[in-house]
């Protein structure tokens, strides 16, 4: 596999904890929640890597989580979004207490493995919330004229459990809802089914790098029908989360 000059992994950034205001605030349906951030002594990312946000009790008992950053390099703010999981002590408090002027603790951004720079092509293939840190790939992708080089599939149960639908869609992102059917402007309504092996096919074609983002279980799927469309193992690099909050 080839690695394209300015796919070369960023230097780690000695990131220390810092403070984080937050300037917007949008719940997107019931289950999400985007967020907007003015770090201070902010570091440029790179599209794929995330930040640890930390909550501090009057106690001093402290929680944490990491949140892929959704937004493009040349953002002013730094953009997460939320997915809102059952008693997730994180994403509870950031879904109903925090306001716009808050402050946030925060340290970022991490990560050097998972990270797109602009010039490998690539597939990505997100499930549910898993589609974050590949709308700052996208993002970055059109302000710097380098679409062709990306392409993105998401998946999710239905259309509004699919954080940036809207955006996805407008990007030219193949979408596969699960539990809904999905009108087709060029053919047949596609029927509510997981990812199909010959669905990633073309899009396979003349990548050199694949990313997965998503739950351990989709994880593993995804790893298998990517192999069953022709995409070397070496190449794909994986993201998986878990139940927490």
């Known amino acids: 596999m080839t690695t394209s000059a300015d796919e070369v992994l960023p230097e780690p950034v000695a990131s220390s ?17 985007k967020l907007r951030l ?27 989580r990491s949140y892929s950053i959704a937004s493009d390099p040349a953002d002013p703010l730094v953009e997460i979004m939320v997915e809102r999981m059952p008693r997730g002590e994180v994403s509870g408090f950031l879904h109903e207490v925090v ?18 720079g602009g010039t490998t ?15 700052s ?12 080089l990306l392409r993105v599939v998401a998946s999710a149960q239905t259309r509004d459990r699919l954080p940036y639908a809207d955006e996805l869609e407008e990007y030219g992102a193949f979408i596969a809802l699960t539990r809904e059917n999905q009108p087709q402007a060029d053919g047949p309504e596609r029927v509510a089914a997981h990812i199909y ?10 990548i050199e790098r694949a990313y997965v983002c998503g739950s351990v279980g989709f994880v593993s799927f995804v790893g298998r029908i990517l192999g069953e469309a022709g995409v070397r ?10 139940p927490t909050g």
Do not use: K, N
Request: hydrophobic residues 40%; aromatic residues 8%; contains cysteine.
């Open 17 to 33: 904890w810092t403070t984080a205001t937050v300037r917007e605030v949008e719940h997107v349906g019931s289950s999400f929640v």
């Open 38 to 64: 003015e770090v201070a002594d902010r570091h440029d990312h790179v599209p794929g890597q995330h930040y640890v946000v930390r909550l501090r009790a009057p106690d001093d008992y402290t929680a944490q």
């Open 99 to 116: 306001e716009v002027g808050d402050e946030l603790e925060v340290r970022g951004p991490i990560g050097r493995w998972f990270v797109w």
């Open 121 to 135: 092509p690539s597939l990505c293939v997100a499930g549910g919330s898993g589609v974050v840190p590949f709308v």
């Open 137 to 148: 790939m996208m993002r970055h992708a059109r302000r710097t004229g380098t679409e062709p």
């Open 197 to 206: 092996p010959d669905e990633l096919v073309s899009l396979a074609e003349g």
């Open 233 to 242: 193992s070496d190449a794909v690099r994986v993201e998986q989360f878990g």
